[in-house]
């Protein structure tokens, strides 16, 4: 019996053993970008301690803990976290006291149960569509649209007029008609390639809620006196720049959260950062996706992003995210012939990104890939202003379902939908 007894622990242990040793993997190809977090996290035998800048030990996650923040974290609301990071520290929580904080557990993201009718039944996909921009006004804020002559040499007066938050609402559209035919149930951030993820223009957000929303922020403590009496005096652009940018971004985060989904699609369409202003076509053009990871030092300041970095460190997402995000690569890399972006292919894949061992999937600390909690691939299918592509991305000469498109956006919106069909059968 005491053989037996002793088996059982070692058998226990080196599960235990293992997991601790699957997180340290995570932390070394995911999230510590440049060593910049050495100080700041440990890798005990029998636990992973996040320290203060001091180097005073604050929280613990001992081995038996794991699976069970790991699901708290994932499974949660943030006050429900903040909580437990300053009510936990470094205690180690008997098997009661996990026991009890699974009570806050809904199995919200449970997989559906197999043999439906339709393949992707019961699965639910948020698809963030980016930007917003699709007048010249909105575009010259947002910065996120090419308008030249294409070849005023060889004679060409073609103009090119593209704005990236048609084409990725476009796409987004397709994806989610692919998807809905599959029967999943299908969340997009905005409604309309025009809006933002607060279901109206910036312009419009500009004059019916600009004043409000600054106002309740103010009373809520979420910004000083100082930070409001800046930001109501600027002009458009400026806000932009300063607020409303990372505001509806987390605000798209929010909203794919409260839907639970299953997994997420970023979609996006990248230029060549070498073309600035890109004021003609460039030659050059790759593909690539971001996940989330690439943490760095400062990134521990605020008790948000340290539960976001705890969440990506615990639970599976990050290996998810990376198979999702190299399936859409392949797929992108197939069915458009464009090629895979290696690490000295763009500045900030050299300078901000962690390489993952997946050609062309780079872990980015983006708002998005920081703060959504499912398995995510946030896309650059192509270059817009490669001198190819900015002429077919110019056309609505194909209809999918009454949407008017092209063979390129076609072909971009398969790629997405046939990864996420694969990752979530598997
Ligand atoms: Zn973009």
């Not at 636990?47 to 203060?52: G, Q, V």
């Not at 004043?211 to 458009?236: M, P």
């Not at 997402?317 to 972006?341: D, P, R, Y």
């Not at 890939?369 to 202003?385: F, H």
């Amino acid at each position: 019996m005491k053989k037996i007894i002793f088996i059982f622990c070692i058998f226990f242990q080196t599960v235990f053993a293992q997991t601790i040793k699957q997180c340290k993997q995570r932390f070394d190809n995911y999230l510590n970008f440049k060593g910049s977090l050495n100080n700041l996290v440990s890798f005990e035998e029998d636990a992973i301690f996040i320290k203060d800048a001091t180097g005073k030990k604050e929280f613990a996650i001992y081995s038996h803990e794991i699976e069970m923040l790991a699901s708290f974290f994932e499974n949660n609301s943030f006050k429900l976290h903040e909580q437990l990071l300053k009510l936990k520290g470094i205690k180690k929580y008997s098997k009661r006291q996990r026991d009890s904080l699974y009570i806050y557990i809904d199995d919200i993201k449970k997989l559906p149960k197999q043999k439906k009718i339709k393949p992707l039944q019961g699965y639910r996909i948020a698809i963030d569509p980016g930007h917003f921009a699709t007048s010249l006004t909105d575009a010259k804020i947002e910065q996120k649209y090419l308008y030249f002559v294409k070849d005023t040499l060889k004679n060409n007066n073609d103009t090119i007029k593209l704005f990236e938050s048609a084409l990725t609402f476009n796409t987004a559209q397709l994806v989610r008609v692919m998807l809905e035919e599959q029967g999943a149930t299908v969340f997009l951030t905005r409604t309309q390639n025009n809006f933002t993820s607060f279901n109206c223009t910036y312009t419009s957000w500009i004059k019916e809620h600009k004043l409000h929303v600054l106002d309740s922020l103010k009373i809520n403590n979420i910004l000083s006196t100082d930070r409001y009496n800046k930001l109501i005096k600027l002009n458009d652009y400026k806000l932009f720049w300063e607020f409303f940018r990372d505001f509806d971004l987390s605000n798209r985060a929010k909203i794919i959260n409260q839907f639970n989904p299953h997994a997420t699609l970023i979609i996006h369409y990248n230029v060549d950062e070498k073309n600035d202003p890109w004021l003609k076509p460039t030659l050059k053009n790759n593909t690539m996706a971001f996940i989330g990871g690439a943490f760095t030092e400062s990134n521990f300041d605020k008790p948000e992003t340290k539960i976001h970095f705890l969440r990506l460190l615990l639970t599976q997402q990050l290996n998810q995210s990376e198979k999702l995000a190299t399936q859409t690569v392949l797929n992108f890399n197939k069915n458009l012939g464009v090629s895979i972006a290696g690490q000295f292919d763009a500045d900030y894949l050299k300078d901000n990104c962690i390489t993952t061992q997946n050609k062309g999937v780079f872990c980015r600390n983006l708002i998005l890939c920081r703060t959504i909690n499912s398995p995510l691939v946030y896309g650059e299918a192509l270059y817009q202003d490669n001198t190819n592509e900015c002429e077919i991305l110019m056309k609505l000469d194909k209809t999918v379902n009454t949407i008017k498109t092209n063979e390129r956006i076609y072909n971009v919106a398969k790629s997405y939908y046939d990864a996420v069909f694969l990752f979530l059968k598997n």
